[in-house]
């Protein structure tokens, strides 16, 4: 399954042009594509009206939404941040953290367009799609 992280996600619903986006367009009905809760979050927080908020929340809800959050994940996270910490790479963002271990311990891909996954692909073997 391709997980699709909400850099993506806000790009292709702003109809934004880029390899991630028309990646995203030519395997919607092809491929398996899924998102977590936190995904979800992230995308519904960023738009400023409530219509817009429930139309995109019923057009993700289209696609698998992942329960992300467990004490395990939350445990392998903090070990994969310290990880990381200590080869001198810091994420900045948790949420990526723990968006990138749950695509690791599930085996899933990851498409994205954000910086913070690059460390996980490099040291911690993400699979991340390359459009």
Not at 8 to 29: A, R
Not at 41 to 46: A, D, T, V, W
Request: proline content about 2%; hydrophobic content about 45%; aromatic content about 8%.
């Amino acid at each position: 399954m391709v997980i699709v992280d909400t850099s993506v996600w806000i790009d292709y619903f702003n109809g934004h042009d880029n390899p991630e986006t028309n990646w995203l367009e030519l395997h919607l009905d092809q491929d398996r594509m899924g998102l977590t809760t936190i995904i979800l979050s992230e995308i519904l927080q960023g738009l400023t009206g409530e219509k817009t908020a429930v139309l995109v929340a019923a057009e993700l809800r289209q696609f698998h939404i992942f329960e992300a959050s467990s004490v395990p994940l939350a445990v392998k996270a903090a070990a994969n941040y310290r990880a990381l910490r200590r080869r001198g790479k810091t994420v900045r963002k948790t949420i990526d953290v723990l968006i990138a271990t749950f695509c690791i311990e599930e085996h899933h891909t990851l498409l994205h367009r954000d910086r913070d996954f690059d460390v996980f692909e490099e040291l911690l073997r993400l699979k991340v799609v390359h459009p």
